[in-house]
């Protein structure tokens, strides 16, 4: 294969760089939801996070 | 703890569409470097291998991310923009700031994609005189200003409706980024339209097609994910001032008790 270290490059970076935002929007959302009351987080209505909650 | 830092934004068909996304991704690496063909062609006159050889496999990410970083999803933040200057509501400033935010991403690397694409196949890194690279980047810099709005003014009104204007401003450059390769054809290295004019062989459309799919969930499901924090913060600004007004009512309740 030619151009490998273009490819492992171009690959490489756009997935650590979705990789890490998709964590950090995760982390946010962990660290904001522990301040806002459940019934105000409107889409945990499935019964799934009621199991949860 | 993946898992359980994801359920905070998520639902059973959030959970759903990531899965897909996940699978579709690793579909699109498999077609992309292993069932399509590298870009070899013969050169008429010489007969010397010519093209763009291994490289090629960098557009199944390139060509998918460039239709939504700059275009979709400043499209989609000015349309919520507009949405929030008609009906002044948090729905769509929130909309509008994950959809730029996810773009803004989105679009920084498309950028960083093309310059490394475009040092095997243009033999350089950058071309400053290419005007389809300069109005991505001075895109691309419009939406940074946009994030940036959003943390340095104070009063969530003005900056929704600051932020707004600007997301309005920056979709200016939405056709001025997709015509620049006809009105300035002898300033850029980019060609004209390929998938349109269908110069590509089967399989290498096909996998650009499902990047283009992929990538398209791949941002409706961060669009998702980052629209759910932004109405989180939006809430818990409301919840801390709630707290504030209650106990500045319950500090006014004690002073007035301690004077009587």
């Known amino acids: ?46 019964s799934e996070s009621e199991i949860r909650d | 703890m993946f898992k359980q830092n994801q359920g905070v934004t998520s639902s059973p068909k959030s959970r759903l569409l990531g899965f897909a996304t996940l699978l579709g991704l690793v579909t699109l690496f498999v077609f992309a470097f ?56 948090p729905w769509w400033d929130v909309t509008a700031n994950a959809a730029i935010e996810v773009g803004t991403i989105f679009c920084g690397l498309v950028l960083v994609q093309g310059s490394i694409w475009g040092r095997p196949v243009w033999n350089t890194w950058w071309e400053w005189g290419d005007v389809r690279i300069m109005t991505t980047l001075i895109l691309f810099l419009m939406l940074l200003g946009y994030l940036a ?22 979709a200016i450059n939405l056709p001025i980024i997709n015509r620049s390769v006809e009105w300035w054809e002898s300033r850029t290295l980019h060609q004209k339209s390929t998938l349109s004019e269908l110069k590509i062989e089967d399989l290498t459309f096909f996998t650009l ?4 799919v992929v990538f398209l969930m791949l941002f409706t499901w961060l669009v998702l994910h980052r629209f759910r924090l932004g109405w989180l913060e939006k809430e818990s600004l409301e919840q801390e001032a709630l707290t504030a007004i209650a106990e500045r009512r319950a500090e006014a309740t004690t002073n007035e008790e301690e004077t009587s």
């Open chain 2, 34 to 89: 292993f069932l399509t063909d590298p870009d070899v062609r013969l050169h008429p006159t010489t007969g010397e291998e010519i093209g763009q050889f291994d490289a090629v496999r960098l557009l199944y990410l390139h060509v998918p991310m460039a239709i939504i970083g700059p275009y979709l999803a400043p499209l989609v933040g000015a349309v919520a923009s507009v949405g929030y200057l008609i009906k002044r509501t």
């Open chain 2, 209 to 212: 097609m499902m990047g283009i």
């Open chain 1, 1 to 46: 294969m030619t151009h490998l270290g273009y490819l492992i490059a171009g690959w490489g970076i756009t997935l650590i760089v979705i990789l890490s935002y998709i964590t950090s929007v995760f982390r946010r959302a962990r660290s904001v939801a522990s301040r806002v009351p459940s019934g105000r987080q409107r889409w945990m209505t499935s």
């Open chain 2, 149 to 170: 709005l959003r943390r340095i003014v104070a009063d969530e009104h003005k900056q929704a409706r600051r932020s707004a204007i600007v997301a309005l401003v920056a």
